[in-house]
């Protein structure tokens, strides 16, 4: 049974940077497009973007747009976000998700069948 494992947040300061890894368990990691999420409290889990199977293509929200980026090692079956430039407002549990169906860029969480257990990032001042 295939499963996600995300790792590498914790407790950084304003501009600082992160990178999230999540570790793919199970068959085939390359037919899976990947997504990250994120979800503050009291809010919807929102997409923070998107990586194509062979991780040629990617997507961001508007708020991380130039900040952020996603990318994978399908050899390694490792996605990361790369998050730089931290703010208050990217405070969050962060998941990774993924999805084996055509059009590799969906927008919702209920289109993605895998979930990690999530990580918490906090960024303070």
């Known amino acids: 049974q295939a499963q996600l494992v995300e790792s590498g947040g914790g407790l950084v300061r304003i501009g600082e940077s992160l990178t999230l890894s999540c570790a793919f368990s199970?068959?085939?990691?390359?037919?899976?497009?990947m997504a990250w999420f994120r979800q503050a409290p009291g809010k919807e889990r929102e997409r923070v973007g998107a990586i194509s199977w062979t991780g040629g293509n990617t997507d961001y929200a508007d708020s991380v747009k130039g900040r952020f980026t996603i990318s994978r090692d399908n050899a390694k079956n490792l996605a990361y976000l790369q998050m730089n430039n931290l703010q208050p407002e990217d405070t969050a549990i962060y998941y990774c998700a993924a999805h084996v169906g055509s059009n590799w860029n969906r927008m919702h969480a209920y289109e993605y069948t895998l979930w990690g257990q999530g990580t918490q990032v906090t960024v303070s001042s």
């Open positions: 199970g068959r085939v990691f390359s037919s899976y497009a």
